[in-house]
């Protein structure tokens, strides 16, 4: 099986210190991955991952990955206000602008970030919010499918974000006007892919159209935007994309267009980085047999929306119980009053009672950042597994307080327990 690592003797000695349920993230297993990509890309002067915030918003874990050389794309006020407070600055924050109040520009723009517009009419909306940089960033929507062979891996003429090819030409002669001198292009066409090609095919588009587009309008190509979507296996069938391999292969791709000497590359990677690096741990704490049999967890989707939003697989397993049959088919639920709320359908386990410990894999990306109050169901800790082994709780859990905080409930905020 190709991660799901952590060991029974871990988790068991996490649940001793903190309530369940609560994501349990390694710190050793994210600066791992954080060091295999930069090697991956070193062949490259001036390459920077810039983690996506979005992935995995907490500032330990983001402090961390800056002390591994890593930046961050940022998409709203509160992801630029954790880059700020944590003296991410100037060049190593990318804001990525998607139907964004204006004033995140001038926001990006105070900080010195490098700016990625998602449409044509961000150009006027950059000018008059925080005036327009010397090099811009914008977001290249090809149209159609996109394809590796003939495989068809995404539908970027479905997606709503970047510029058709039209528009990204007169975008540039647009902002060459206004004087910008240095572009950045940036493409993300298919999402969670396990193809290890994904990465160079899209390197090849970008680098082709960026030349394209620098001849054109004479403006330099100051950086190559891969973004992010490569994927991790979720599925115990499935392989993890061979990151040094990607690097060598989009090496070869660059070397092939630009010779020694070319553009920076960046990258905006978040499952990649953390996916893998962290676990929903639970107890199950029902059993039920209907027409199906059915195991309740103390957590639920509010923890973990992924199953319950695309059907998305993530991997269980039972601690102390991996090596007794998986005879049991269940459907692993959690409490909301939604049928949705599934982490696992039809899934065969061991034999669960109520009391065991149940962890949910592959959580560390798009896991507690999704989390929503749906029932008024609050959101979960987060427990960094540091280094040397502690335990350090990174987050604390909601309590009835943070839930109420933002209403207006003077005439029950007594019976609440609530300060008015
Ligand atoms: C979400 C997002 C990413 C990260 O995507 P992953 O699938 O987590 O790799 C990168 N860049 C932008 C602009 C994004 O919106």
């Known amino acids: 099986m190709p991660n799901f690592s952590l060991p029974d003797h871990v988790v068991k000695q996490a649940v001793q210190s903190f309530p369940t349920p609560f994501h349990l993230y390694s710190e050793a297993g994210i600066r791992a991955r954080a060091r295999k990509l930069n090697q991956a890309f070193s062949w490259c002067d001036d390459y920077e991952e810039y983690f996506a915030v979005k992935a995995l918003p907490n500032p330990s874990i983001l402090r961390i990955l800056k002390e591994e050389g890593c930046g961050v794309d940022c998409s709203s006020e509160t992801e630029l206000m954790l880059a700020e407070a944590l003296g991410f600055e100037g060049r190593d924050i990318m804001f990525s602008a998607n139907a964004m109040p204006d004033d995140e520009f001038t926001h990006a723009r105070r ?151 070319g553009p920076a590359l960046k990258t905006e990677l978040g499952r990649w980085m953390t996916g893998p690096e962290g676990w929903l741990i639970t107890h199950a704490t029902h059993h039920k047999d209907t027409y199906r049999h059915y195991i309740g967890l103390d957590a639920c989707a509010v923890n973990l929306m992924r199953p319950a939003m695309y059907g998305a697989y993530h991997h269980i397993t039972v601690v102390d119980k991996e090596d007794q049959p998986h005879d049991h088919i269940y459907d692993v639920t959690g409490s909301l009053c939604e049928n949705n709320d599934k982490f696992a359908v039809e899934r065969p386990l061991p034999e669960i009672h109520d009391g065991d410990i149940c962890v949910i894999h592959d959580t560390g990306a798009h896991g507690y950042a999704m989390g929503y109050n749906y029932n008024g169901r609050l959101r979960s800790a987060e427990i960094l597994l540091t280094e040397n082994g502690d335990f350090r709780m990174i987050r604390r859990a909601e309590t009835p307080q943070d839930y109420f905080a933002t209403l207006d409930i003077d005439p029950c905020a007594e019976k609440l327990g609530l300060k008015v």
Not at 217 to 245: C, H, K, M
């Open 111 to 261: 900080l010195g970030a490098y700016v990625n517009l998602d449409d044509i009419t961000h150009i006027d909306i950059l000018k008059k919010h925080g005036g327009i940089p010397e090099t811009v960033c914008c977001r290249y929507n090809p149209g159609g499918d996109f394809r590796i062979g003939t495989f068809v891996m995404g539908n970027p003429g479905e997606a709503k974000y970047g510029f058709t090819p039209e528009q990204f030409l007169e975008g540039l002669l647009q902002l060459r006007q206004l004087g910008t001198k240095r572009f950045g292009i940036h493409a993300f066409l298919s999402s969670n892919t396990l193809d290890n090609a994904y990465y160079p095919t899209l390197a090849g588009i970008l680098m082709r159209t960026a030349c394209d587009m620098a001849e054109k309008t004479g403006l330099d190509i100051a950086f190559i935007n891969l973004s992010g979507g490569i994927g991790i296996p979720y599925q115990p069938t499935q392989t993890e994309p061979d990151v040094l391999q990607i690097g060598e292969q989009v090496r070869k791709v660059y070397t092939s267009i630009f010779g020694d000497h």
